[in-house]
């Protein structure tokens, strides 16, 4: 008899367009500590929805994707203390998840109340002095740059490795 999973909190994403993707992952793999890289460079947009909110986050992605693609760029970068990031400035993509917010007001986490400060991490759990290394060698050659967004995504957290359970392109 095969059981079902247990429920899990669901995660959602903009996926970033492919050569965006391809060149973030390669900044993640070269400053990201490999034990710890374990998912691909990824803008969250929401940590922790509440498992029973799965039909409705398909629904509602899907309605974004039909929107069309947002407008991003990487716009600066930012300290995490123990870790790296790209500012991911988009008026649009934070509509989208203002409207979100409206939408599942009652669920939401602290974490997902609270202000969105948009980003994609290129390092992480290091010590404080090489995350100021490396963000002061990225400073000195960074050029903002514009960011393809190609859809919407959700995720299963799991304690590992997320498990997919929607895309949505966009249009």
Not at 28 to 36: S, T
Not at 128 to 142: N, S, T
Not at 156 to 161: L, V
Request: aromatic share 8%.
């Amino acid at each position: 008899m095969v059981t079902a999973p247990a429920p899990a909190p669901i995660i959602v994403t903009a996926v970033i367009g492919r050569e965006d993707q391809a060149w973030l992952d390669a900044q993640r793999r070269a400053h990201f500590p490999p034990e710890r890289n374990l998912l691909p460079a990824h803008l969250t947009m929401f940590h922790h929805l509440p498992p029973s909110l799965a039909d409705e986050v398909r629904q509602r992605l899907g309605e974004l994707a039909r929107e069309g693609a947002p407008a991003a760029r990487i716009s600066g970068l930012v300290s995490l203390g123990r870790g790296v990031a790209y500012r991911i400035d988009s008026t649009e993509l934070e509509d989208y998840r203002a409207w979100l917010v409206d939408c599942w007001a009652d669920v939401l986490t602290p974490q997902d109340r609270a202000p969105w400060r948009p980003h994609v991490t290129i390092q992480n759990k290091v010590e404080p002095a090489e995350a100021r290394a490396l963000l002061d060698r990225i400073k000195r050659d960074f050029r903002p740059r514009s960011l393809a967004i190609a859809g919407f995504a959700s995720w299963y957290y799991r304690g590992g490795p997320w498990e997919k359970l929607s895309r949505h392109m966009v249009a």
